[in-house]
């Protein structure tokens, strides 16, 4: 019952044979091995599984594989510009302190991407609202807050 | 959490959609942002031969608005994107604020209005609002079109109006009458994200002097169903919403309400809280109507 699909994930088209019950998560972990994409609960509620389809964030796990085929997917691997840099939004994670386990990291930097991209300037409430679909067991959030205003800052500097 | 086998099936048109519903009758699954049907076939609540993705189907697509007719929002109108509408905000604005109170950023941008509203869960966010509006739902089958008024769509929890053979295909909402004003009130556990513990949705129209003339009350997460609470309709007619009034009507929504304890809530608090959101959505839909 396979189909062929294929997929844009971070910029590179993939061709692949695919129940049509796998989900968007299982195929970037296990066929892809893009394994920065986390599973936490797996029913919607974490955020740790985020990733963009044509920009917008969604949970991997309750996303149908081949119901995004020709949409652009970015990952947390598609995020760093090369192997030496890192994105604005990493940098000011690490420098903040907003990571502990990083379990939920890689979800919540997908999240904050979205929220930028729409929201160049964002007030504590916004980003608070903007992160509300993503847990951490671990930071007590207000260091994922400052990191979130220290990158908003960085990228409009850039522009 | 791995999903059940089925076979996957995206029609391109309505036409092809209600055939395979034809076809496969009783087992077959609509799908549209899956946020509510994938976590089910996660758990095996439901085990569907065929599932039926239906984003591929342009006349489910939009959101509209016609100054004769109202708004109509597609089957397939994202959460985020009634949220964001410019013209639902403008003139629908407590529509925008019940798809904004629904689920997370990422749920929202892949979960639609008519799939919480298809659910039918007694709690669903989009619901009192389109009560409340006297919306109606278009159910669309091999045998023709018919609108289904939203006070006939729900039977229970998870059971609405649709036969096996039909597909949702657009919610309508009339154009808001002048003098009219509209709340949403919703309290969860949790400040933001999850299901309301109780919801209301309020519509009131009122003459010159701010009589009301018409109320349209819809208690959520109270009863098997979104409720009517028809005798605070029924007292606010010929009424002045004063403070006093919104009060007392408020009162008479908690009797008309019939509440459970669950995990969310007990059901004395529950009753509490109709009694305190029905007042303060009567008083904000009275500041609507700008009298
Ligand atoms: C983490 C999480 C949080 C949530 N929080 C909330 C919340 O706060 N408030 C709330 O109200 N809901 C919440 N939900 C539930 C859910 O997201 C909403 O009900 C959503 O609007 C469902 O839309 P969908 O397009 O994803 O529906 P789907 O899952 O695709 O469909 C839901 C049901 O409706 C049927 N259906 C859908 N479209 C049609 C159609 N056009 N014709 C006929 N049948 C159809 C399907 O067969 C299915 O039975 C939450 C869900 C998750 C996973
Ligand atoms: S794993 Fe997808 S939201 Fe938790
Ligand atoms: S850093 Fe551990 S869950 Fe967030």
Redesign the pocket.
């Known amino acids: 019952m396979k189909q062929t699909i294929s997929l844009q994930v971070n910029g590179d088209t993939y061709q692949l044979a695919v129940n049509p019950w796998r989900t968007l998560n299982e195929v970037l972990r296990e066929d892809l091995k893009l394994t920065g994409t986390k599973l936490g609960c797996g029913t919607g509620d974490c955020g740790a599984c985020t990733v963009l389809v044509d920009g917008k964030s969604v949970s991997s796990c309750l996303t149908l594989a081949i119901e995004v085929q020709g949409k652009e997917i970015t990952t947390i691997e598609g995020m760093a510009p090369n192997a030496e840099e890192l994105h604005p939004i990493q940098e000011s994670f690490i420098q903040k302190g907003a ?7 890689p979800g ?1 930097i997908m999240s904050t991407a979205y929220l930028l991209n729409n929201n160049h300037n964002p007030t504590e409430q916004e980003i608070r609202a903007g992160l509300s679909g993503n847990l ?4 007590g959030y207000n260091k994922i807050v400052d990191a979130i205003q220290d990158a908003a800052e960085k990228l409009r500097e850039d522009k | 959490m791995s999903l059940p086998k089925f076979t996957y099936l995206a029609p391109a048109s309505l036409e092809e959609a209600c055939g395979l519903l034809d076809q496969y009758q009783g087992k077959i699954r609509t799908k549209a942002g899956g946020t509510d049907l994938m976590v089910r076939l996660a758990q095996r609540a439901l085990k569907p031969e065929y599932v039926m993705g239906i984003r591929n189907i342009p006349e489910l697509e939009g959101i509209s608005f016609d100054p004769d007719k109202g708004l109509r929002i597609g089957a397939m109108a994202l959460l985020s994107e009634v949220a964001d509408n410019p013209v639902v905000l403008e003139r629908y604005p407590m529509l925008s604020r019940a798809a904004k109170a629904t689920a997370t950023v990422q749920i929202r941008n892949m979960g639609t209005v008519m799939g919480n509203i298809c659910n039918a869960s007694p709690s669903a966010d989009n619901s009192p609002t389109l009560v409340a509006m006297n919306a109606s739902i278009v159910a669309v089958s091999s045998a023709g079109e018919r609108q289904i008024p939203i006070d006939e769509f729900f039977l229970g929890p998870g059971r609405n109006a649709l036969e096996a053979t039909e597909i949702a295909k657009e919610i309508l909402v009339p154009v808001p009458l002048s003098r009219s004003g509209v709340s949403y009130q919703k309290i969860s556990p949790r400040s933001k994200v999850d299901i309301a513990a109780v919801n209301v949705g309020a519509m009131v129209v009122v003459d010159e002097q701010g009589t009301c003339q018409q109320a349209r009350i819809c208690l959520g997460a109270v009863g098997p169903i979104p409720l009517r609470a028809t005798s605070a309709e029924e007292f606010l007619l010929g009424k002045v919403i004063t403070d006093e009034v919104a009060e007392k009507a408020g009162a008479l929504a908690g009797s008309d309400a019939s509440p459970i304890s669950d995990v969310r809530a007990s059901k004395e608090y529950r009753r509490l809280m109709v009694i305190i959101l029905t007042k303060r959505a009567l008083l904000e839909a009275r500041h609507g109507t700008g009298i």
């Open positions: 990571i502990q386990c990083g379990f939920c990291t919540m951490c067991r671990c930071t």
